[in-house]
């Protein structure tokens, strides 16, 4: 049982960047590939970013592509969502998801291929 807990959310000006964290406790992240999706009031979860186990593979939604980076630190068992140029449309509640991978360089980015989910970190972008 994989438990993730994001960190790094909060409130930001339209233009301004955040970086948030998905740590994993008591579970080494490298044998999962990961994903960050979003959530805004009244939408659906949406997917925004995937990096595969190995780290050498990622894929972007097109609204987030240019302006996010997903990075991972298998040392640290933490994977990274850099946003930058963050837009008020990017106000939600960010969540990480891990899924066991044995192929190394596959990006996943459909919800239901995730199994563990963590409790998410809110970003808010004011204009």
């Known amino acids: 049982q994989v438990q993730l807990v994001e960190s790094g959310g909060g409130l930001v000006q339209a233009g301004g960047s955040l970086r948030l964290s998905c740590a994993a406790s008591?579970?080494?992240?490298?044998?999962?590939?990961m994903g960050w999706f979003r959530q805004a009031p009244g939408k659906e979860r949406e997917f925004v970013g995937g990096i595969s186990r190995s780290g050498s593979s990622t894929y972007y939604a097109d609204s987030v592509r240019g302006r996010f980076t997903i990075s991972r630190d298998n040392a640290k068992n933490t994977v990274y969502l850099q946003m930058n140029s963050l837009k008020p449309e990017d106000t939600a509640d960010y969540y990480c998801?891990?899924?066991?991978?044995?192929?190394?360089?596959?990006?996943?980015?459909?919800?239901?291929?995730?199994?563990?989910w963590g409790q998410g970190t809110q970003v808010t972008v004011s204009s």
């Open positions: 008591e579970e080494t992240l490298s044998t999962y590939a």
């Open positions: 998801a891990a899924r066991d991978a044995y192929n190394g360089v596959r990006v996943y980015s459909m919800g239901y291929e995730y199994v563990y």
